[in-house]
């Protein structure tokens, strides 16, 4: 009986002594301190094999760090877009593209704001070709009016066309406006400004 009595105390010692060390270990595991880095398991984790970006590094054939992305390689959520810049694709792209986005005051608001921060400056306020740009001699040659008989034939496929590869002297703007934002512009153009 007294032997019983002894391995009950002991397992309850022993218990007792479990619970105390899991509090402890618990208790200094979750020990936050911003000035330490904390223990240190693997030294490849802390001092790190990889090379800086514009470092020279032996693995490559032309001894640079940054590669170029391999040929072909579409950046994620973009579309390749179809034509070029020469004049037959300006045409075929007038003739096959077709906005796809409604006809929505959202949407003319969403041009209008587009149109004064990537297109006023050369095109002008009334897209008159007299921006702040060419009438301050800034850009020597004269941006198109939108407001032509041209411009007013062309269809949004066309203006959406040219913003994206340019043309003429005007540069593109696929790589800077998103494709939505491109069929606002020319919603705008064509609703607004040539009324």
């Given at each position: 009986?007294?032997?019983?009595?002894?391995?009950?105390?002991?397992?309850?010692?022993?218990?007792?002594?479990?619970?105390?060390?899991?509090?402890?270990?618990?208790?200094?595991?979750?020990?936050?301190?911003?000035?330490?880095?904390?223990?240190?398991?693997?030294?490849?984790?802390?001092?790190?094999?990889?090379?800086?970006?514009?470092?020279?590094?032996?693995?490559?054939?032309?001894?640079?760090?940054?590669?170029?992305?391999?040929?072909?390689?579409?950046?994620?959520?973009?579309?390749p877009y179809a034509f070029q810049k020469t004049e037959e694709d300006r045409l075929l792209a007038a003739?096959?593209?077709?906005?796809?986005?409604?006809?929505?005051?959202?949407?003319?608001?969403?041009?209008?704001?587009?149109?004064?921060?990537?297109?006023?400056?050369?095109?002008?306020?009334?897209?008159?070709?007299?921006?702040?740009?060419?009438t301050s001699k800034k850009y020597p040659f004269p941006p198109a009016s939108l407001l032509s008989d041209?411009?007013?034939?062309?269809?949004?496929?066309?203006?959406?066309?040219?913003?994206?590869?340019?043309?003429?002297?005007?540069?593109?703007?696929?790589?800077?406006?998103?494709?939505?934002?491109?069929?606002?512009?020319?919603?705008?153009?064509?609703?607004?400004?040539?009324?």
């Amino acid at each position: 009986m007294e032997r019983l009595k002894n391995n009950r105390t002991t397992r309850r010692a022993l218990r007792a002594m479990v619970a105390v060390c899991l509090t402890a270990l618990v208790g200094t595991s979750c020990d936050y301190n911003r000035k330490t880095t904390g223990w240190q398991y693997f030294d490849d984790m802390v001092k790190s094999p990889a090379y800086e970006s514009y470092t020279p590094n032996p693995n490559f054939p032309d001894g640079k760090t940054m590669q170029p992305p391999v040929e072909g390689t579409i950046p994620r959520g973009m579309v390749p877009y179809a034509f070029q810049k020469t004049e037959e694709d300006r045409l075929l792209a007038a003739q096959t593209l077709v906005n796809p986005l409604e006809n929505s005051a959202e949407n003319l608001e969403r041009g209008k704001k587009m149109y004064g921060i990537y297109c006023m400056q050369c095109h002008g306020r009334a897209g008159d070709g007299q921006g702040p740009l060419f009438t301050s001699k800034k850009y020597p040659f004269p941006p198109a009016s939108l407001l032509s008989d041209k411009m007013r034939n062309n269809p949004e496929g066309d203006i959406y066309h040219v913003i994206t590869v340019g043309f003429g002297v005007m540069p593109e703007h696929g790589s800077m406006i998103r494709p939505d934002d491109r069929w606002k512009i020319a919603r705008y153009i064509k609703n607004e400004l040539q009324k």
